[in-house]
């Protein structure tokens, strides 16, 4: 996949031209990102040649390092054996990791402090900026997005959705087979859900979200386990996070948890139907952020930290990361706002129920919670339009309480063509086997089916 273009109006150009100085001479600037193609691609076509555009004489070399935290694991391999050798100089400048990731390398001193040295480390304030699952974090990540997990429904058939892990429990109890996910193996959003289930469950709520994790709460897990088996019984499992959206798209469930991005990517292409909606159940289902790190020793420092700056510049997390591939924006989101058409910057509609202002930055949060006390700010993240049926989690795996503002219709860039359903093989060998969509590039940067999102 190429771009045709870089920017449409040049926006990030001429910010990028504003901030930063050319090098006198030749450079490379060594790239490594986990996660799937898309993501390589995403620096090869898109904010590689963007920055070279600036920076005459400077190439960007990129590598995948694979998806899942498989990914984020060879990076940190190759840190730490760099750094056990002794080397005064790492050959990498820049690198994208998970969120966990991030906490372990911090705790290995593999990490450089920077973000204090660039003009865009203001433009974040949330908590997933300081801490990463109960490590601080703080000042060695800049968020290159933010991610989200849903509930995604057919409103033809679920006239009144479950707000709720019990609501949904007593619904799955009079409609079997219709709700469906992934399991724990299957992808990251059947992880999620079970999360939330725990959440909901397990009595532990705050400590798994917050952290540090502590591997003595599992000793307390096996009636909670339990019951989810039970619950287990009256659903489909599907076989990915691409195969839950492809029966919800043919009509074999009508209820299952996906990612967001990956929901409205779909619907804007006409994979799943453009009446499909989403809603993010209580206590919550968490999402993470994937982060911009620099090594404690790369060798270009100062070349990396201008890269990272202008990859969390307002104009490049408007277009790159809110327009083409549906993710939340890294920084918080008021800073995008100016730089996205107001077709796409769309705060939710004031709640019936809620005396929440719908301007930035408390668009579509309710006065209260699901238990009835006072809701908290949203930490400056907005609603973007394809996105703003659901808050996304305000931390790696904090969940928003549920918001019942779902009736945003499908984005205006929808494209007008028949629903084709694609089979799943039953066999489990060959669906494998095969690529994950027809147009995609295999496992995404959560660790499964994830498709290559295109360019629109």
């Given amino acids: 996949m190429r771009l045709s273009k870089l920017l449409s109006a040049g926006a990030a150009a001429a910010f990028a031209a504003s901030v930063m100085a050319a090098p006198s001479q030749a450079q490379t600037l060594n790239v490594l990102t986990a996660g799937s193609q898309n993501m390589v691609d995403y620096i090869t076509d898109y904010l590689g040649p963007l920055f070279e555009s600036t920076h005459p004489g400077v190439t960007v070399r990129v590598a995948g390092t ?31 990791v998970h969120q966990q990731m991030a906490g372990t390398m911090r705790e290995a001193d593999l990490l450089a402090s920077y973000r204090g040295d660039i003009d865009t480390g203001g433009l974040v304030t949330r908590d997933t900026a300081k801490m990463a699952l109960g490590v601080d974090v703080d000042g060695y990540v800049m968020p290159m ?52 289930w725990m959440y909901a469950y397990s009595g532990q709520g705050d400590q798994l979200q917050n952290g540090p994790y502590d591997v003595a709460l599992k000793d307390g897990w096996s009636d909670v386990l339990g019951q989810l088996k039970d619950f287990n019984k009256g659903i489909t499992f599907t076989p990915g996070n691409a195969g839950t959206l492809d029966m919800l798209n043919r009509g074999e469930i009508v209820m299952g948890p996906v990612w967001v991005d990956m929901f409205y990517t779909w619907q804007a292409d006409g994979r799943i139907p453009p009446n499909l909606k ?35 510049s307002p104009e490049v997390q408007a277009q790159g990361i809110v327009e083409r591939f549906n993710w ?13 058409t107001p077709a796409i910057w769309t705060p939710c509609p004031r709640s ?41 989690s305000s931390g790696g795996s904090r969940p928003y309480s549920p918001e019942p503002c779902l009736t945003r219709p499908v984005p205006p860039t929808t494209r007008e063509k028949p629903h084709e359903p694609r089979r799943v093989p039953t066999n489990s060998a060959a669906r494998d086997r095969q690529p994950s969509f027809a147009a995609g590039r295999g496992p995404g ?4 089916d994830r498709p290559t999102l295109r360019v629109r």
Avoid at 291 to 304: E, Q
Avoid at 328 to 340: K, N, T
Avoid at 365 to 370: E, I, V
Wanted: hydrophobic fraction near 35%.
């Fill in 145 to 196: 997005f933010h991610s989200q997990t849903a509930i995604a429904y057919n409103p033809a058939i679920v006239k009144d959705p479950p707000s709720s892990y019990d609501e949904l429990r007593t619904w799955v109890s009079n409609n079997p087979k219709q709700f469906g996910y992934n399991g724990i193996k299957g992808g990251m959003s059947g992880v999620s859900f079970v999360v939330g």
């Fill in 278 to 312: 989403l809603k993010l159940i209580g206590p919550g289902m968490p999402g993470q952020p994937m982060y911009y790190i620099t090594p404690a020793k790369a060798a270009n420092a100062d070349l990396a930290r201008e890269f990272i700056a202008l990859a969390t």
């Fill in 328 to 340: 939340y924006p890294g920084i918080d989101a008021q800073h995008v706002e100016a730089s996205l």
């Fill in 445 to 448: 940067p959560r660790g499964h």
């Fill in 66 to 96: 694979g998806p899942g935290a498989s990914g984020s694991q060879k990076i940190f391999e190759k840190l730490d054996a760099q750094q056990k050798a002794g080397r005064t100089a790492w050959d990498v400048d820049v690198a994208v």
């Fill in 352 to 392: 019936s129920s809620s005396s929440t202002p719908t301007t930035p930055p408390f668009a579509c949060w309710p006065s209260t919670s699901s238990t009835g006390s006072p809701a908290k700010p949203m930490d400056s993240i907005t609603m973007i339009r394809r996105m703003s049926d659901m808050p996304p």
